[in-house]
């Protein structure tokens, strides 16, 4: 791993799936981060990425990357000092441990730390306080290493479509319904024959992760220990034939009066820290707020480069009392995107210094 | 019109449309009705049937139809003492009330007469009892003549997965999240480039029927007016890339509690009278229970040649108790098969004898 | 295996897959044979049905074959006389061979031995007379076995369009361009995302049987070889997001002027032996001649139960004089139905006889 | 009309169409031109663009667009001194040629005057020199005012195709079947239900453009005339359920020996006067050749912004010698974008000078 410039390396794990993909268009040009190891599975070890990936991405690999030889999954070998992870949930378990031990800064996608009692699950936008729990991190590991996880691609819709309502009416329980697209399955992923011309009505561990995450992420870092927010979420889950883009049917309960216009306002102003830095994936407005009948993946999934969750058709429901459709681009803003945001809003704050600090030393 | 089988003449009015064409395929060596006369709207009206249709149905159009001149629609025109309605609302509106006055039969897949205060919305299976109504409609016109209706398309998947809950139960509120077929919307209807790639969060006035329209099929004739069931609906509708078949996502709320397991009994247990009669269109189980990833509409959508309703994914939801899913083929037994089975029922119960006689004796 | 009906004990090779799950359904109420074991990878060996097949078709198991418990592949230890395979052309190599020493009436639908110097690849309506080839087995095998195939599922649209012109006209080159349907790679198959709002211009292997095994059906069996049709033919293949039905757009020259009604009334008048012989599987006319803007996928593909083939859009070409589009069902006429039917024939020209005999014989 | 800017006013006629969204899309930050009047069909005239439109496209409608009054089709109101046309076949017969005579510059994606004897279809990577029937239309034509077509949409990928390997080796003759995108035929267009799940091989009045289109753009203006290429073309055209990108397969006869190799050569070689110019909207290359199984709409429809044609699958072809597939961004390179390269092309040429002068002039 060699880089004449002045961004700092990142480690691309799982640097072949479609989070993967996404992962290295969006560092192409980064101004901040420089994909400089590429690791994926066994099979693909060896081999230049060109030959070793089945891109899937409109446009082609970026250039720099096409003949960079991909790696095994060697977490000693890692030079790094920023590792974003795209792994699935069984490797990433101890891979991203022995990362952190390593003193990488680790910012995963993958789900398997996410519920970790002192791994924040972060969406900058929305609880940037969880970032205190990195403390707790660094007090049973030595080093400046750490894990940081953003959620399941279908929990950022909700978290985002909650947040900003339950900051202001409180949120007391919603149902929630996923159409979800083919690429949250990855590749090979569901079959074309299992899908064509029909809707599955289930997706391996998904409503149990969009019943917990929100909670969590809406919840608060208190006594050196998360407390969830004392809402109640149900999912039900679906796999639609829709490239990307998955979109949630959502009721909710709150604990004060909230019209369908007060909901309106909330998302509509809704800002974060990655606004306040300008940072460089993030959205100007993180929600858009849109009228008729919308949001509609194929129209909506793209704004702001896929980075802005899309809601609408908000409504008053018969029998919770509000109601709204939200959409994530889920390769983007529910995986790659919202890593990568994570990323630099850890270096924006300055948490990567020392780990990349560590590195510098550790390589003399 | 002239018939020499023994079978009872239908007018269809709205031949041409999706659910017209499933009615005369269904009608094609049906035992009790004929299709007799095809009405269209003006523009078809003088052509052969074969001429004017888009037949949009796997197979060919029904070698007896295929050379039968289409008619407008002219109330004053039909001689079949039965007529079978696909005509949208707007049309329906007058012509069906029209044609009850002149004595006949109408059983209609419209939407317009749905909700008066002494017409049916009827599910043989769940509220034969409903008829007793037609004795209100007597009293405020002369003659034979009345009017039946069947649901919505989506309605029917809802009233199959709740009236067996309902009846043991209760349900106090459910909020329904479907995922509707293209051929709900007809032909032209939805166009392709809208929905490719694409999921569309709105289906004009479906919300509205949904929410309602359960409630009054739940609920009892009782007074001489129809008393709703007390129960509270929130519908969020979505059209999806699909051909056929409507799914509907339902969390619910119980009186008395009802475990998944109580609820796969009840609605695999449940039978009514068009089983007892075994009638033509009836399906021998109304509702198929099923097991993991199911419904789907691609593989379940069809079963009992699309008069059962599939109901699957039974369990618990932490927000109101109980979760399910549902799938009705849209075209079938939302639609035409639902509209067929009407009256193969009245038919059954002696309640066409009076329109059909009328009729007998008026052309003499 | 025990049976104690009459009908002809066979065994399923690769029970478990697309074309096997064909064969099944379209063996439950088969009046000659009798699914009685079912072949199947390991990994499905030793449970049953229902738990070892991911069933893609509408409709449920067939009641007899759920509890069947599913088994490996050994030649050895199969007792059925007739076979039925539907392996990947991998397995077939050596195991069809096996059994054809053993005895064994393999039909099979894999592409193994379709292009064997001395293997019928059989079309019954049109090169019946191939089986001649059985003899040339018969010289180097003892015993009462043979190996008989079907051909490409694509194949099957091809011969058919071009059988009956050829006999007439003689077909002199050809070009042909298929988009198929997503059930022709099975399952897993393509992945959805590939094939999402896409389109993919190659199958493996496919352009070149499409290029080969037309000339062998259309050539004959002479001198104790195979002769194939002197016609150059050249394939350009798609997959396209279409569930089921392989469609071909052809453009031909023949060796005698043909005008496009020409081409019309020799493929409308097309009838080969099944039709004479009143086979169980046989559509009543095998090529079904439309006009207007057909064939159609979701339209045609089922004509016939899936048996006939449909060819539409016949006219001029300015290049190479005729051109046409032709529809087969690719898993149904283009493989299970196909295999099935040339062991229906098989049966009915008393070609099955040797083997079931010796079958009798043998487990005496 | 009134603008502040120094760029050229440009009306845009069909500006709530599929094509005339991509055209303000492409406008949006245009620096040579600016989207000063937009001109629907009296059903739309007198709303705000943002009212009227049916926005098709990722991303909103441009800010400065939103507001603006749609006017209905008056030749005699419009002011801008260059027109854009995206009007259908039927209205932009008489209106293009009104407006030429009124002195516009009418870039015209119609295909009313595409075949004119006097009307360039221009390409101008491949026939910049048509041009010079500009002065055959002055002739006839009093003023500055002139018409300039772009071709169908496969048209343009055939075209490109064609054209290096037709100038290195001739292109004698050559078959062509196309699988094309929905947007191709607007909104409604194509009903979602006739496409669902299928394909249907017809498309009005297609084949007959990609047939005789070619040569005319790859024929020569001589003697005061357009003389055809001497190539026979022969076209089978598909819609396809795809939302953009017409594939093409083609067969190819050339004059001369043309290896696959040769002919990736020339095509991967060939550029025009719009990549000299440094057109804003021209491709570095205009032809990406690629390896591997593509094009794939999905994948390579918008290789540089939907400019660049791509082909790949070069093969040797048994029947006509050379095979290829060739795919176009059917509303970008194949409509919007090709008018608007037009009008960029003849305005780096200088030909736009005299009506934006007259204009200038008549308006003082």
């Known amino acids: 791993m060699t880089s004449s410039s002045s961004r700092i390396p990142v480690a691309i794990l799982g640097a072949t799936g479609v989070v993967g993909q996404r992962l290295l268009a969006l560092l192409a040009d980064h101004p901040v981060f420089e994909a400089a190891e590429l690791i ?21 690999i970026p250039r720099d990357i096409r003949d960079r030889i991909v790696r095994p999954l060697d977490t000693a070998a890692i030079e790094s000092p920023v590792v974003l992870s795209a792994l699935s949930a069984s490797l990433a378990q101890d891979a991203e441990e022995e990362l952190a031990r390593r003193g990488k800064a680790v910012v995963s996608n993958a789900s398997a730390h996410r519920m970790d009692a002192d791994v ?3 969406i900058p936008e929305i609880n940037a306080e969880h970032v205190a729990a990195l403390a707790a991190q660094r007090r049973r590991r030595e080093g400046p290493g750490f894990i940081v ?3 399941n691609c279908s929990t950022v819709a909700v978290a985002f479509a909650l947040a900003p309502i339950h900051r202001a009416f409180g949120v007391r329980r919603a149902t929630i319904v996923t159409m979800q697209a083919l690429s949250g399955a990855g590749i090979p992923g569901v079959p074309s024959l299992a899908i064509a011309d029909n809707v599955i009505p289930h997706i391996e561990g998904e409503a149990d992760k969009i019943e917990t995450e929100p909670r969590r992420i809406l919840g608060r870092w208190s006594d050196d220990r998360f407390e969830d927010a004392p809402m109640i979420l149900g ?26 216009e007060d909901a309106a306002q909330v998302l509509r102003e809704f800002r974060g820290e990655p606004q306040e830095l300008q940072l460089h994936s993030a959205p100007e407005r993180p929600i858009h707020v849109l009228s008729g009948a919308r949001p509609q993946p194929a129209l909506d999934r793209s704004r702001e480069n896929g980075m802005a969750v899309s809601v609408g058709s908000i409504a008053r429901c018969p029998v ?3 109601r709204l459709e939200a959409l994530v681009h889920n390769t983007i ?12 809003w850890l270096h924006a704050r300055g948490l990567l210094d020392a780990a990349v600090g560590h590195r510098a030393g550790g390589s003399r």
Not at 237 to 256: F, K, N, Q, Y
Not at 333 to 344: S, V
């Open 40 to 60: 994926a599975s066994d099979k693909s070890a060896g081999r230049s990425y060109a030959d070793a990936v089945d891109w899937r991405l409109p446009g082609e």
């Open 120 to 122: 924040p699950l972060l």
């Open 149 to 151: 996880t953003n959620p």
């Open 235 to 260: 999912a039900q889950v679906h796999r639609v034939p829709v490239s990307d883009g998955h979109l949630a049917a959502i009721s909710l309960e709150t604990d004060r009066a909230c019209t369908p």
């Open 320 to 322: 919770l009392g509000l």
């Open 333 to 344: 803003r529910g995986a790659a995107g919202a890593a990568l945001l994570n990323a630099e």
